[in-house]
């Protein structure tokens, strides 16, 4: 039988010949029904925290269970993003070296064409200067046909005794050269 405040109080004893007094015996069993009713309502409010703190509990733990996987997520999303910036980094390393070389060949093809046509640039100037050379030979000769050039000496060299032309070699064959 399971003991209960009222149980206690209704509890009957058989009566004896100078057995117990009664009256002490009934309040001494209120006193222990009413500690009795105490003691179970204490059981009852500590039964309920407890429910209470195992229901916070497992509460707690859903929530630590979430942030250890959010953790791991996080930490997938940054070793992810972490590769994935490794190789865009790569990609654009890559990509400045081909335009890097792709910049000195343009440079070099510009720079071949440039010699090619500073070449051909002297090449045009040494020709005008002989044509103009056998342009001022044959004009000197029409003037003076006793005058002949040296072709040995160049036009400079040739007009500095012909004084009968008074033409500054100097300054001709200079703009020719700032051309």
Request: negative net charge.
């Amino acid at each position: 039988m399971k003991l209960n405040s009222n149980s206690i109080r209704n509890q009957e004893f058989s009566k004896k010949l100078l057995g117990f007094n009664t009256e002490e015996v009934k309040t001494f069993l209120d006193r222990i029904a009413e500690e009795v009713d105490v003691l179970l309502r204490e059981n009852e409010e500590l039964k309920s925290k407890t429910k209470e703190l195992n229901e916070q509990i497992e509460s707690y733990k859903e929530i630590e269970n979430n942030l250890q996987q959010t953790l791991l997520k996080a930490q997938e999303s940054s070793s992810k993003s972490i590769e994935s910036t490794r190789k865009q980094t790569q990609v654009m390393l890559m990509e400045a070296e081909i335009k890097a070389n792709q910049i000195i060949e343009n440079a070099k093809e510009q720079a071949r064409k440039l010699n090619e046509a500073i070449l051909t640039l002297q090449e045009e100037k040494n020709l005008i200067i002989a044509k103009l050379e056998a342009i001022i030979s044959t004009q000197v000769r029409m003037i003076n046909p006793e005058y002949s050039f040296d072709s040995t000496k160049t036009i400079e060299e040739n007009l500095q005794n012909v004084d009968f032309l008074k033409i500054d070699i100097d300054k001709i064959v200079e703009s020719l050269d700032n051309e």
